[in-house]
C-alpha cells in the first residue's frame, strides 16, 4: 500500500508545479511530472504515431488508474474548475479525436481528456484558456532537404518540395489533402494573420536548418480564397484611411 501512498505524493507534487507554472492543469501535465509519460511520446501520439496514449506510460493500469483518481481528488478539493477539451490528432483529413485509453471508454477518455483551472483567474482568462484548449492543432508541412518518395502515390519528392509526415509515412500533399492550398511565406504578420482567419484549411511550412539545428518557420500554407480576401480587405482598409 506504501506504493499507492507514494503515487498520490507524485501527483500532488506534478500537479501542484503545473498549476503554479500555467494556472492549469491536465493529466497530461500531471504524467509527465511524475515521470509516467515522456513529452516526446505526446508528441508522436498527437501526430498519430501511437495507437493510445496508454500504450506509452510504463506503469501497470491499476497503477495509472489510481494516480488519475488522485488527480481528480486533487483538484476537486482546491476547487478547481474541470474543462472537457478536445484533443484532436495532427493527420490529415477530417479531424479525429485522440485515444488516451487501451480500453477507449468514454467515462475513462473524459477523464483524461479534462483540463482543471484555477479558479482565481479572471472568468475572462478563463474563457480564453478554454478557446486555446479546444484549438484544433496546426498541420505541419517540411521543406524537403533530402530526396524522398511519397508513400502513397510513390511521386519523387525532391529537396526544396513540400511533404506532410502521417506518422512515419512521408505524402505528397495531393495525398495529404493539402494540394489546393496556396504558400503565404513569412514576413507580412497582417496578411498572415487575416488570411489565417478567413482560411478553413491551413498548415505551417517548417524547414529544418543544420546551423541552429532546429525546425524554422517559412509561412504558411493556406486557401487561395482566403489570401485573396484578406489582400482585398487590407488594400479597402488603407484606401479608407489614405
Ligand atoms: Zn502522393
Redesign the pocket.
Known sequence: MANLKEIEGKVIRAAEEALFRQHYVSSIDVLIGMGYLQPIHVQDWKNGKIPYLEKVIPANLHKISHAMKCFRKWADQKDLKPSETVYLAKTKGPKRPLQFSKSGHPQIELAYRTHYISPLLSERKQERLKETFNQSPDLIVYVIVKDSQ?S??K?DLMKGYLLFMEGEQP??L??AELGDLVFLPSGDPMLTRRTKRYSEKLAIVVKFSHSRKRYERQGILIQEAALRKAQSNIKNSLSKNA
Open positions: 511519397c502513397h502515390c511521386k505524402l505528397c495531393e495525398c
